[in-house]
């Protein structure tokens, strides 16, 4: 079984400052780890994902995640934020079933101010 | 190309009626899921189909939901004799691999 551990509910950013948003894992596997974004009623989309190869996954929007197998951590992170960067961010661990269910973190909102 | 859709986006329903959500995949995604959002309880996983096969129905909550998949292609998620607790967004995702595309969902309220 795996389980996804997203450290905190809410982060607050002034606009052109870092983002870190933290995110732990358990799986008893090498896992696949994906962070998706959701704005306020829309649907998910894919940020990026770690499958394996290069442990710095970057993704769109200027967002990019490390894998970190010694601390179990996928933790996203984006240089300077945006305001359009305002949303609900979900760090996942795929499933080892040969198919992939997902499995997500609670969700941190990331809130930006001008 | 046309992502993953969904109908209606919102549907408002009495409790005890039924409600039918369709999801239109991504054309020539095998692969198809079902997922429920509410508050309190995140994202959870209902039900996957491979084809038009459901191999995994474990997060189906009762058996007042129930899922087909016709053509290898749409999918629709009943829910039967519908209570306030099945007030949710239900979100459905489709992959050809391992990389799961969402819809925008459907908002149901369950007066």
């Known amino acids: 079984a795996q389980s996804v551990t997203q450290l905190d509910s809410h982060v607050s950013v002034s606009e052109g400052t870092p983002v870190l948003l933290r995110c732990n894992y358990s799986s008893s596997y090498s896992p696949s780890l994906f962070w998706y974004v959701q704005h306020p009623n829309k649907g998910l989309q894919l940020l990026l994902k770690?499958?394996?190869?290069?442990?710095l996954v970057k993704g769109i929007n200027g967002f990019e995640a490390e894998f970190k197998k010694s601390e179990t951590s996928f933790h996203l992170t984006k240089p300077s934020a945006h305001m359009s960067d305002a949303a609900e961010y979900f760090c996942?661990?795929?499933?080892?079933?040969?198919?992939?269910?997902?499995?997500f973190g609670k969700g941190t909102m990331l809130l930006v101010s001008p | 190309g046309a992502g993953v859709s969904q109908s209606p986006s919102n549907k408002v329903t009495e409790k005890g009626k039924d409600v039918e959500l369709r999801c239109d995949p991504i054309s020539g995604h095998t692969a198809l899921y079902w997922y429920r959002q509410s508050l309190g309880q995140g994202l959870e996983f209902l039900i996957y189909f491979q084809g038009n096969s459901a191999p995994d129905k474990s997060g189906l909550p009762s058996d007042r939901f129930s899922a087909e998949r016709t053509g290898g292609s749409v999918s629709t998620l009943t829910i039967q004799r519908t209570q306030q607790e099945d007030s949710a967004v239900y979100l459905c995702a489709s992959s050809l691999l391992e990389t799961q595309y969402f819809g925008p969902g459907t908002r149901l309220l369950v007066l």
């Open positions: 770690y499958t394996s190869a290069a442990t």
């Open positions: 996942v661990v795929s499933g080892n079933s040969g198919y992939s269910t997902l499995t």
